[in-house]
């Protein structure tokens, strides 16, 4: 089946310099297509199956992050109190090493080897020049088999500005400290950071110019995405059974919401430095700037616009502040806490905030149903990790790493699973890959695949 066949058997409301893809209907779902064979990267219902990958940086307060117990009976350690209504949708793993992300004889560097690692599994080249050599990163290698069957091959977002060649860490270039995926060993892909480029990607159409064109005018015009798609929407809305048509309402809802909140953002021009660069159109509020990130992914899995993503919260290294939940130091200056309580303290907080985002993300998630009756969340796989554990000891072993999602009925969440000894956390790559039907026998430093997720 052809990829413009593919597509075309999806929704979309279109207008002038708008097409806006929707999620699927029951209403008008052919039959046929219901009852072919699964394609690649879906369950065994047939709906779409997702897989994300989110970076927080900077490791964790190891003390109070680990959780009390092993099985399905664990406690919530007092960092991961935020996901307490989400424990059935997770499960928390102890005993991951990237052993490439270890000194060894290259020195210092462990922040952009972190970065450089996490999906990859791979010893990053010690450059801070053109030749940079690294490896293909999980999603990547994903999106290489399955991203023909939706719009975009793959999703990269982030929430820091876009760096691809200087040196960044002790010699290593940007270009692995500022990048997830990574097509090949020699081409990272960069992400967006503006969630506006984000929305005007996945709803606008034409070229990145005649988007930019479209914008223009309807700001000139005051008006929104959803005002050059009314006509078609109000046709589609009259083809839908009651239960899609309040899907459709509530899905454009939501659309009109997101495009308010960004348009709130673009109103303060400049926003105040950070610590980190900000351009235009990037909401002042890191904790709104994720959530926005976290929208545009939920709306592209939703579309089924990709089924692949990788969102970098900050680079490992990052020495971003916080001081609207009273931390007014910066991220890494506390990181190289040398066991000072008051230190500890307040990257404790540092990684709750993140966890509170990743909490809200997984409620987004589970809030919208999927194809075949289920959440998004039910469907997916969602890792969230850092490429430290103890920062200032920099610690590549026991990695912090949750596992959202149930991947359809493939995963087995709602436990800590403790692996007893060091494990290549591309073992739990290789599985992953298996599931969304990519069989491979290694992946980076992998030495098998996790036999049970």
Not at 325 to 349: C, N
Request: include cysteine; proline fraction near 5%; charge should be neutral.
């Amino acid at each position: 089946m052809s990829l413009n066949r593919r597509l075309n058997r999806r929704h979309f409301l279109q207008g002038a310099g708008a097409c806006i893809a929707l999620p699927s209907f029951i209403s008008l779902a052919p039959k046929r297509v219901l009852a072919a064979a699964p394609a690649p990267a879906t369950t065994a219902s047939g709906a779409p199956l997702r897989m994300a990958f989110l970076y927080f940086p900077n490791g964790v307060n190891v003390d109070k992050w680990r959780p009390q117990g092993e099985g399905t009976e664990f406690g919530l350690s007092e960092t991961m109190q935020p996901l307490a209504g989400y424990k059935k949708d997770f499960q928390v793993f102890s005993g991951f090493e990237h052993k490439n992300g270890w000194a060894g004889p290259d020195g210092a560097g462990d922040h952009a080897r972190a970065n450089a690692t996490i999906l990859t599994g791979a010893r990053p080249k010690k450059t801070a020049g053109s030749d940079i050599r690294l490896g293909i990163s999980v999603d990547q290698m994903a999106a290489q088999h399955v991203g023909g069957w939706t719009r975009f091959p793959s999703l990269e977002l982030s929430c820091d500005g876009v760096r691809k060649s200087g040196s960044c860490d002790s010699g290593y270039s940007c270009a692995y400290q500022f990048n997830l995926a990574w097509r090949s060993e020699t081409t990272p892909l960069a992400p967006e950071q503006n969630p506006r480029l984000v929305f005007e990607r996945l709803f606008g159409s034409g070229s990145k110019e005649e988007r930019k064109a479209e914008f223009q005018k309807r700001q000139s015009q005051q008006r929104s995405i959803l005002d050059f798609v009314r006509d078609d929407a109000q046709r589609l809305h009259g083809r839908l059974g009651r239960s899609d048509q309040q899907k459709l309402d509530e899905y454009l809802t939501g659309v009109r919401e997101i495009e308010r909140r960004i348009e709130q953002a673009e109103k303060f021009g400049e926003a105040p430095d950070p610590g980190v660069p900000a351009p235009d159109g990037i909401p002042d509020d890191y904790r709104e700037h994720i959530r926005l990130m976290y929208d545009m992914l939920l709306l592209a899995f939703q579309t089924d616009s990709t089924r692949i993503a990788s969102f970098l919260l900050a680079h490992d290294g990052s020495n971003r502040n916080f001081k609207d939940i009273g931390v007014p130091e910066g991220h890494h200056e506390l990181s190289h806490h040398k066991r000072e309580k008051e230190k500890l303290e307040k990257i404790a907080k540092i990684d709750r905030f993140y966890v509170e985002q990743f909490a809200y993300f997984l409620e987004r998630m589970r809030s919208v149903q999927d194809t075949d009756g289920r959440s998004l969340l039910e469907n997916s796989m969602i890792v969230y990790a850092s490429g430290l554990s103890d920062p200032d000891r920099h610690q590549h072993d026991d990695l912090p790493v949750i596992v959202a999602g149930h991947g359809g009925g493939a995963l087995t969440p709602g436990r800590h699973v403790n692996l007893g000894e060091d494990t290549p956390m591309t073992n739990l790559y290789v599985r992953m890959l298996d599931e969304m039907g990519v069989h491979v026998d290694e992946f980076g430093d992998s030495t098998g695949r996790l036999a049970t997720i």
